[in-house]
């Protein structure tokens, strides 16, 4: 079941959201050759706590930390380590804030120093995609029309889009209905209503769509080791332009 959100609800992710936003803000300074990821963990828990908000991931299904960092052919879900950022990386960030009960949930993915060429252009139509699947979020639209039109701009660059893994409802819960699949035929699945609220989040491969979990039993990476990019807002379906509660000035 979706659920719809009051205004009152929704005004209570936007300000989730607007913690995530500035939690951004922190790490997009911090992220530099030589920042072990556990120090950006430590960063964003108290930046967090220090807003009277809780990271949303830490003690989730037991992920241990607060942030995800996965770099280059880690698609998702890596755990901050003393491992150090090197320049040539695309670090996955992914952040999620729980404030008065609700939830806000977005990903980025940042150049670390010079990338080469290619990883810049995975960089750019993941984001792009992103955005075309959040153009289709109105009202009267279905799901997959989201769906597919993050995947079509992705294989048009041929790049490939994880199966595996998929957006999601957002609220009082991190995860709510629907799943928000990057991929499939337009013109199916639930009609989009005012009032809802989704995580859409496409990751997108460099090779082949096809991932595997690492021992950690967290770390997603390609099963090729190409390198993989993730993009997430967290927005509002409208009678018309979506609303992106997750997005930076
Ligand atoms: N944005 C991711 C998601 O919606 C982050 C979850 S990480 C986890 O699934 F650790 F909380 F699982
Ligand atoms: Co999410």
Redesign the pocket.
Known sequence: MIIIKSPREIELIRKSCRIVVKTFELVGRLLKPGVKTIEIDEAVTDYIQSQGARP??KG??G?PASV?VSIDDQV??GIPDRRKLESGQIVGI?I?VQLDEYFG?A?RTFAIGEISPKRQKLLKITEEALYKGIDKAVEGNRLSDVSHAIQKHVENANFSVVRDLVG?GIGRK??EDPQVPNYGKPNHGPRLKEGMVL?I?PMVNAGGYQVRTSDDN?TIYTQDGSPSAHF?HTIVITRDKPEILTKGR
């Open positions: 949303a991931f989730y299904r992920y995800c998702v879900h992914d999620g949930d990903a999601h991190l995860h995580a989040e967290w997430e």
